[in-house]
């Protein structure tokens, strides 16, 4: 298989601390100092390309993924084959446990529920005596939160796996809605390409409700009312006469007809959802290229009597410990990877840094990308019958999720290359550009995965507590879409780019910046809106975009740096408020230079940040989750943020300062 990463093979693990401590250096941002920063920040991604052509590093996320990988294991009775990886996942867990007790969503949050629960469980299924006193650290803050019945479903139905919660008290999944027609007002295609993925499978878990019997498979000392007292009605904070009441009325319906066994053509219902997870598995094992639909669709294909033995699972095994990290004493799961991703985004900040586009490092990395460009019809060609196929996923292997993002990062790093066979390029890149194209909702905006993923009641179904069941248009991806298009010259139907522009402005806040849905966040998708909107050819003087660089000017932080923490996502009085980190503080910079605010006194300051809190070899250092999965839920720290978007931004400050 082209392209596919080995289980051998580990991205770079970027260390939270600078390889050498030293106090930032005050000095000036000169010319010289931008030189050499850029030299060094080159020399430092080039050491880091694979020999395939390729660049990744890590994808770190919260513990429960980790936790689940535990719960999978023991679920499907391999956990014998894995002693190994299990202790040193205990040695993960206990290290990432916090003063407090608990276990962060992300770093510095100060703690979460769910995440806490899960970690202290799989610490006990992995032996840990709950009287030690780093579990009673972790009890203490569990109870004081609320304990399980206040924790979030996905928590509930792993625990409900071992008997540890009852499934009454989960949300019900009825398979009959693999049958509802096309035409139908809600299908599966409804669900966002992570829903669809995880949750089909789910429904073959749901209807067994498996409970697995193991030591340390019970909870009860994590009900703050007690086990026998445990409330297990579905929550629902928005009242019994909300939308969300509605659909919890509508749960109990579905639980009555399950304990009559009235749910109509299940049995055809389930081997329709056992076929759609087979049919989705990709040749790697890959499910949906995210470790929640690969690790439902192991469940599922258990619970549907598949052994650890048959092909399917064990092609689906080995892809999830192709996800997971393990050095010498510690094991843990990325949520997914970001090869091509990290290629593109590697390839651009070389080239505004001033590599030529045939350096033999940027020809080998544009080759590989070319290797994983995908001409399969995927789940997008339901709502979109008319795009050619031809865009990228985010990782090594994914041919039923192209993305609109990486296909327009990778086109645009390609489009700037001078590879062997030109020709050939540009008949791939008219492909990616009008899939691309053919990806616009009726909105005008673009979402990551499909077109018009907008049914936004099902954020309010009691399954849906993290409020991402569907993929919407959002101003950050429609900004990069529109930059593709000035970057390529691309001659696009003048009504889509106008629809594209009044989407963007439609979404302005009154602050005048931009949410971000894909990174944290007002900076991250202010920045992207402006440098798209003055590719297009946009004058960056117009009122709406100057409104964003002012934005942008207003929430620099004293160290001239910006910063902006994943709570701006529920309190909007945190909008631009943050530690000062590399990666923002790149976005902001890229930003006030596309505006035209590159020689600003902001700027420079900026990139004096850069410059003085650059490692020796080449580095920045960054301890924060600046990339979100899902906004208030889920949250990541991709390891080259630090690294390609501050080189990105230097080239372009210099270029800028050129002019």
């Given at each position: 298989m082209p392209g596919f990463a080995p289980?051998?093979?580990?991205?770079?693990?970027?260390?939270?601390?600078?390889?050498?401590?030293?106090?930032?250096?005050?000095?000036?941002?000169?010319a010289a100092a931008v030189e050499a920063a850029i030299r060094k920040a080159q020399a430092y991604l080039l050491s880091k390309q694979y020999p395939e052509g390729y660049w990744w590093a890590e994808l770190e996320a919260n513990v429960t993924l980790t936790a689940e990988y535990v719960f999978l294991h023991k679920v499907l009775g391999t956990d014998g084959e894995r002693t190994r990886q299990f202790e040193k996942i205990r040695t993960y867990l206990r290290r990432q446990q916090r003063e407090h007790g608990g276990w962060e969503l992300y770093y510095g949050d100060g703690g979460e529920l769910s995440t806490s629960i899960e970690a202290y469980f799989a610490l006990k299924l992995l032996g840990d005596s709950p009287d030690l006193p780093h579990m009673a650290r972790a009890r203490q803050f569990i109870l004081a939160r609320g304990g399980i019945t206040k924790a979030r479903v996905f928590t509930k139905i792993h625990l409900a796996l071992f008997g540890a919660f009852p499934w009454e008290g989960c949300p019900t999944l009825p398979p009959w809605i693999m049958l509802l027609p096309d035409w139908f007002p809600f299908t599966i295609y409804e669900l966002a390409s992570w829903a669809r993925s995880s949750t089909v499978p789910l429904l073959l878990v749901s209807d067994r409700k498996p409970v697995v019997r193991v030591p340390g498979g019970d909870a009860d000392e994590l009900y703050a009312?007690?086990?026998?007292?445990?409330?297990?009605?579905?929550?629902?904070?928005?009242?019994?006469?909300?939308?969300?009441?509605?659909?919890?009325?509508?749960?109990?319906?579905?639980?009555?007809?399950?304990?009559?066994?009235?749910?109509?053509?299940?049995?055809?219902?389930?081997?329709?959802?056992?076929?759609?997870?087979?049919?989705?598995?990709?040749?790697?094992?890959?499910?949906?290229?995210?470790?929640?639909?690969?690790?439902?669709?192991?469940?599922?294909?258990?619970?549907?009597?598949?052994?650890?033995?048959?092909?399917?699972?064990?092609?689906?095994?080995?892809?999830?410990?192709?996800?997971?990290?393990?050095?010498?004493?510690?094991?843990?799961?990325?949520?997914?990877?970001?090869?091509?991703?990290?290629?593109?985004?590697?390839?651009?900040?070389?080239?505004?840094?001033?590599?030529?586009?045939?350096?033999?490092?940027?020809?080998?990395?544009g080759e590989w990308l070319l290797s994983k460009q995908i001409f399969r019809d995927g789940d997008w060609r339901f709502k979109n019958r008319t795009g050619p196929a031809g865009g990228w996923a985010f990782e090594f292997w994914n041919d039923f999720f192209p993305d609109v993002d990486d296909t327009a990062v990778v086109t645009m790093a390609l489009h700037r290359l001078k590879l062997p066979d030109e020709a050939e390029k540009q008949r791939r890149l008219k492909l990616a550009i009008e899939w691309t194209l053919s990806m616009q909702s009726k909105n005008g905006g673009w979402g990551a995965f499909d077109v018009d993923n907008t049914l936004e009641i099902l954020n309010d179904i009691p399954y849906g507590d993290l409020k991402a069941m569907i993929d919407p248009p959002t101003a950050d991806l429609t900004g990069h879409i529109l930059e593709m298009l000035g970057v390529t010259g691309y001659?696009?139907?003048?009504?889509?780019?106008?629809?594209?522009?009044?989407?963007?402005?439609?979404?302005?806040?009154?602050?005048?910046?931009?949410?971000?849905?894909?990174?944290?966040?007002?900076?991250?998708?202010?920045?992207?809106?402006?440098?798209?909107?003055?590719?297009?050819?946009?004058?960056?003087?117009?009122?709406?975009i100057m409104r964003g660089t002012q934005w942008l000017n207003s929430c620099q932080n004293e160290d001239g740096g910006w910063g902006e923490t994943c709570a701006s996502y529920g309190d909007r009085t945190l909008m631009g408020v943050g530690k000062s980190t590399p990666s923002q503080t790149a976005w902001a910079l890229l930003g006030l230079v596309a505006g035209g605010e590159g020689k600003s006194d902001c700027a420079r300051r900026g990139i004096e940040y850069l410059v003085t809190h650059q490692n020796d070899d080449g580095s920045w250092t960054e301890a924060e989750f600046t990339g979100t999965g899902f906004p208030n839920h889920f949250y990541m720290n991709y390891h080259f943020y630090r690294n390609y978007f501050p080189l990105m931004a230097l080239g372009r400050y210099r270029a800028f300062a050129r002019a």
């Open positions: 289980r051998f093979v580990q991205p770079v693990v970027e260390s939270p601390l600078p390889p050498a401590f030293r106090p930032a250096r005050p000095a000036p941002a000169t009312e007690g086990r026998a007292q445990a409330d297990l009605s579905l929550p629902n904070p928005a009242g019994p006469l909300s939308l969300g009441g509605v659909f919890i009325g509508f749960d109990r319906m579905l639980k009555l007809m399950e304990r009559f066994d009235l749910s109509p053509r299940r049995a055809e219902a389930l081997a329709r959802a056992e076929q759609w997870t087979l049919d989705h598995q990709d040749d790697s094992g890959d499910w949906g290229g995210i470790i929640p639909a690969m690790l439902n669709s192991l469940l599922g294909l258990h619970c549907r009597g598949y052994a650890p033995t048959h092909p399917a699972m064990q092609k689906g095994i080995a892809a999830v410990e192709r996800f997971c990290i393990e050095t010498e004493d510690e094991f843990h799961t990325q949520p997914c990877v970001s090869p091509v991703w990290d290629t593109g985004l590697t390839i651009l900040a070389l080239l505004d840094s001033g590599l030529p586009n045939d350096h033999p490092a940027l020809v080998r990395a001659a696009a139907p003048r009504e889509k780019v106008e629809r594209a522009i009044a989407f963007i402005k439609s979404k302005q806040e009154p602050e005048g910046c931009w949410w971000g849905r894909w990174g944290v966040n007002y900076i991250y998708g202010t920045h992207m809106v402006i440098c798209g909107l003055v590719a297009l050819g946009l004058d960056p003087r117009e009122a709406f």
